[in-house]
């Protein structure tokens, strides 16, 4: 059974950092893409930035590039996601994903597995 949890969110003054992390469990992950996803109050949920689990390939929603930056540590099955200067904008649930499949994508229903979610506050 897969399993993916978050952790690391918190509450955080605009212009700090958090790094979440997501550990993943339940299958071999090396035919994966593991992304990170973000829902805020109120609206949809949207795409943060993805990781190739074998070979290391990252992609980025255009708003989070040079703030946000997505890994993965083999040995610890794990995934994060290093958020720096953020911004009360940035407030929001933020999820761990996991997709099957040879390419990337940031369609939230193209991904197979979900964590809990972790919170993440910004405050002005």
């Known amino acids: 059974q897969v399993q993916l949890v978050e952790s690391g969110g918190g509450l955080v003054q605009a212009g700090g950092s958090l790094r979440l992390s997501c550990v993943a469990s339940?299958?071999?992950?090396?035919?994966?893409?593991m992304g990170w996803f973000r829902q805020a109050p109120g609206k949809e949920r949207e795409f943060v930035a993805t990781?190739?689990?074998?070979?290391?390939?990252?992609y980025y929603a255009d708003s989070m590039k040079g703030r946000f930056t997505i890994s993965r540590d083999y040995a610890k099955n794990t995934v994060y996601l290093q958020m720096d200067s953020l911004k009360p904008e940035d407030t929001a649930v933020y999820f761990c994903?996991?997709?099957?499949?040879?390419?990337?994508?940031?369609?939230?229903?193209?991904?197979?597995?979900w964590g809990q979610g972790t919170q993440v506050t910004v405050s002005s």
């Open positions: 990781i190739n689990w074998s070979g290391g390939s990252t």
């Open positions: 339940g299958r071999t992950f090396s035919s994966y893409y």
């Open positions: 994903a996991a997709r099957y499949g040879s390419s990337w994508s940031s369609l939230r229903y193209q991904y197979d597995y």
